[in-house]
């Protein structure tokens, strides 16, 4: 006799602590779950930080290099203003 479309008699309390083992195992998975978002959560966070911390020395150096390339800029133009004004005479002659 089939009884595969038969009405469950006494395997019902079987059953029912058979779901409630996989509703467990699913709880269990979606909290599992949760843990793991919430891991790559806060390792993002930490790599933001330091990324955040290099950009502000990245920026630090810049701004460093931007200073002393604009004070040697200067000095060059400084240069260029007293070889402009000065007389020729001043220069020496060149074609010895």
Do not use: C, F
Not at 24 to 39: D, E, F, N, R, S
Request: charged share 25%; proline share 3%; aromatic share 2%.
């Amino acid at each position: 006799m089939d009884r595969s479309n038969a009405a469950p008699e006494s395997g019902a309390p079987h059953q029912t602590a058979r779901l409630a083992g996989e509703l467990q195992i699913l709880k269990l998975a979606a909290g599992i779950a949760v843990v793991a978002i919430l891991g790559s959560i806060g390792v993002l966070y930490q790599e933001i930080g330091a990324l955040r911390q290099e950009i502000g020395t990245l920026r630090g150096d810049v701004q460093g290099w931007r200073t002393e390339t604009g004070e040697r800029l200067a000095r060059v133009e400084a240069r260029l203003d007293g070889i402009q004004r000065a007389p020729l005479s001043s220069l020496g002659d060149e074609t010895h």
